[in-house]
């Protein structure tokens, strides 16, 4: 009974190879995203959709790409991997189902470490 | 330029004691403010949500205040646990986008 789960845990690649990291919720929300968490600790927003529409999209390298097939699921594909995008990535999800603390509230996923070597 | 700071200093208590967690914010009129709560190797989980009209929110232990004039939030947590060690985030929305900004986060540590 998962609310928000990330495939996979832990991602270790070379330099320039492609790899992507996939995020589903169960909690019917409407609205998913992506965070990028670096070493200093800072957490931020790199994308967000709403029932599958991008709605949020930062100033990230367009070697990442978002996909949203429904509105349970967002992927995330990167090209062209290069060592500074070694960081753990979090999805998230918010909104959607009546009697939550808030619609506002964001629901995180347990994070992907990516190492790129 | 917009700014979110907690202290990234380690807070170290002693058990039992009232932890204070300072969250200042520059430049941003938020509509609420968040606290989440992030153990090593997890994602943050989220703790309690202030709104601008509200000066404090308590959940158990936990209480929260909001003060807009100061631009600042206070996170306290009473009769503290070493449980209750781990990071702790404040995030606030950026004005009606959705989008959180959070803080780099504080890192509490409950000795016994």
């Known amino acids: 009974d998962t609310a928000v789960s990330q495939t996979p845990k832990y991602l270790v690649t070379q330099m320039g190879n492609d790899k992507s990291i996939k995020c589903e919720q169960n909690?019917?929300?409407?609205?998913m995203y992506w965070y990028k968490q670096d070493s200093k600790k800072f957490l931020k927003i790199m994308f967000s959709?709403?029932?599958?529409?991008?709605?949020i999209n930062e100033t990230v390298p367009n070697r990442f790409s978002p996909k949203s097939p429904d509105k349970a699921h967002l992927n995330l594909h990167i090209n062209s991997l290069e060592l500074g995008d070694s960081a753990v990535y979090f999805c998230?999800?918010?909104?959607?189902?009546?009697?939550?603390?808030?619609?506002?509230?964001?629901?995180f996923g347990p994070g992907t470490r990516l190492t790129v070597l | 330029s917009q700014k979110i700071e907690q202290n990234s200093e380690a807070l170290n208590i002693q058990e039992g004691k009232t932890a204070t967690l300072t969250c200042n914010y520059t430049?941003?009129?938020?509509?609420?403010l968040q606290w989440y709560r992030q153990d090593p190797g997890r994602g943050p989980v989220f703790l309690l949500l202030?709104?601008?009209?509200?000066k404090e929110k308590r959940k158990e232990r936990l209480k929260v205040t909001f003060d807009t004039t100061l631009k600042q939030s206070l996170f306290h947590i009473t009769a503290s646990q070493p449980a209750d060690s781990a990071t702790y985030l404040c995030?606030?929305?950026?004005?009606?986008?959705?989008?959180?900004?959070f803080g780099q986060g504080t890192t509490l540590q409950v000795k016994p």
């Open positions: 995030a606030l929305d950026s004005g009606n986008t959705g989008k959180l900004i």
């Open positions: 430049n941003y009129s938020p509509a609420y």
């Open positions: 959709y709403n029932n599958k529409e991008l709605i």
């Open positions: 202030i709104r601008e009209n509200e």
């Open positions: 909690l019917g929300h409407d609205t």
């Open positions: 998230a999800s918010s909104g959607g189902l009546a009697g939550g603390p808030s619609t506002d509230t964001q629901y």
